[in-house]
């Protein structure tokens, strides 16, 4: 957890906070609920709607990712990001390891995208 000052953060604006999914009810915050961790992000896919059917009930998520440079080991899916005034919860997450930094690097940069919904 934490910001890697060795990364380029430029563009990296929105700050995030994490959560792990016990410290959330109906898609609210617990009152005795910790950050997991800070991290600051970008959007790298607009926002999507789909209509999910469950049963006879249909409701609408709405589909976006964000990409970080931050450290966010200790981030897992169905944990629960907090961005931009939105509770989102993490569907995915893909961390790739940034070029010349693994190679001469024994702690590469790593670029984390998180996919969520909402």
């Known amino acids: 957890m934490g910001i890697d000052t ?3 953060r430029r563009g990296k604006y929105d700050r995030c906070f994490y959560y792990k999914a016990k410290y959330i009810n109906n898609m609210k915050l617990t009152q005795d609920a910790v950050i997991q ?8 896919q607009d926002d999507s709607e789909a209509m999910i059917q469950t049963g006879n009930a249909q409701s609408r998520q709405t589909i976006s990712s964000m990409i970080t440079y931050d450290n966010v080991d200790d981030l897992e899916v169905n944990d629960y990001v907090y961005a931009g005034g939105d509770l989102n919860r993490v569907t995915s997450i893909v961390r790739k390891g ?3 930094s693994e190679q001469f690097n024994k702690r590469p940069i790593i670029e984390t995208t998180i996919g969520l919904v909402r």
């Open 98 to 100: 940034m070029g010349a």
């Open 6 to 8: 060795r990364a380029n």
């Open 37 to 44: 961790g800070v991290f600051y992000a970008e959007g790298v």
